[in-house]
């Protein structure tokens, strides 16, 4: 299968990164190459390093990004630092993370993203690790149901897990189709108006799958503290509990003195660290969300260093 991906935010993306010709820009999630290639093209003797953990990224971008100064390395963005550093590269003008799970990820049935295609339980980007059928058929009860609420914020958490649990001792869960059936069957028919009911469910073992939350978490300020002085950080969440990491994380970087309101002058001497482009986070136009729908929950926020 061919892989294919609008690239979600493109425009507005690229024109936050405010690429210089002769800039080190850094791609953390590389996936088909879209935001990656745009920065390449606008490259004269600067360099885009491109990253990505999933191979089959890594192979499609390196093609696309033949002919431009692009290193394309398979990697983990939480490891963005020792890439670098691997690299000779000290600092960078601009990095750009997409949270998003790529629509090749999602429409190859044997990468076991979709509940609507019969695959193997798998969801691992990076092809290694612990996969999908490993929690569904290991994991307690109690881990279940805390996974389906953290990461999916899944009313019927508790239920749904205990659908899983008595299911998983007949037989074990092996596809995805069988275990959208199983939380489908656990579900009120009451509150099925609302998508199909694996979707929260699924979005969240993906999530605990891959780490994906703590890994951003590491991520943060390792990519904050790898820019220049005038430095972008591009980042797009389609998650909640992203979006609000990434929100509260800037607003820090952004907050200078924190002494008591009523001491007569500062004496934390902490100064803003950052500043935001905009205050609000940027999201797909109309016309976006009608060409590509999956951009639905987008939102891109930018901090430039001081």
């Not at 425009?11 to 791609?27: A, C």
């Not at 002085?229 to 929100?247: A, P, Q, W």
């Not at 309101?261 to 609000?280: A, E, I, M, Q």
């Not at 060409?291 to 987008?298: K, L, Q």
Request: aromatic share 6%.
């Amino acid at each position: 299968m061919e892989f294919n991906h609008i690239s979600v935010l493109l425009n507005e993306t690229i024109e936050s990164l405010n690429i210089k010709g002769e800039g080190i820009y850094l791609d953390g999630t590389a996936g088909g190459a879209g935001h990656s290639l745009e920065i390449a093209k606008r490259l004269t003797t600067g360099r885009l390093i491109a990253l990505d953990q999933d191979p089959d990224a890594v192979k499609i971008a390196t093609e696309r990004l033949k002919g431009y100064n692009a290193t394309v390395i398979q990697s983990n963005f939480c490891d963005m630092d020792s890439v670098l550093l691997s690299l000779n590269i000290d600092k960078v003008d601009g990095i750009l993370l997409d949270l998003g799970v790529s629509s090749y990820q999602l429409d190859t049935a044997e990468r076991g993203f979709s509940y609507h295609k019969e695959s193997a339980l798998d969801m691992r980007m990076s092809k290694s690790g612990i996969s999908a059928e490993d929690v569904v058929n290991t994991f307690s009860e109690t881990e279940l149901a805390d996974i389906f609420w953290r990461f999916g914020e899944e009313k019927f958490s508790r239920k749904i897990a205990s659908k899983i649990v008595t299911e998983r001792q007949k037989n074990r869960i092996t596809t995805t189709t069988q275990l959208a059936q199983i939380i489908a069957n656990a579900y009120p028919a009451s509150a099925r108006r609302d998508g199909h009911p694996a979707r929260k469910c699924f979005q969240a073992i993906r999530i605990a799958v891959n780490a994906e939350l703590d890994r951003l978490n590491e991520t943060l300020d390792k990519a904050f503290d790898l820019l220049k002085s005038g430095g972008v950080l591009s980042i797009i969440t389609f998650h909640s509990l992203e979006d609000r990491m990434v929100k509260l994380r800037f607003k820090e970087y952004c907050t200078g003195c924190t002494c008591p309101p009523d001491f007569p002058v500062c004496v934390c001497g902490k100064t803003p660290k950052g500043h935001l482009l905009t205050r609000k986070p940027i999201e797909p136009s109309e016309r976006e969300l009608e060409i590509n729908p999956r951009s639905r929950s987008a939102k891109l926020r930018v901090i430039i260093k001081n």
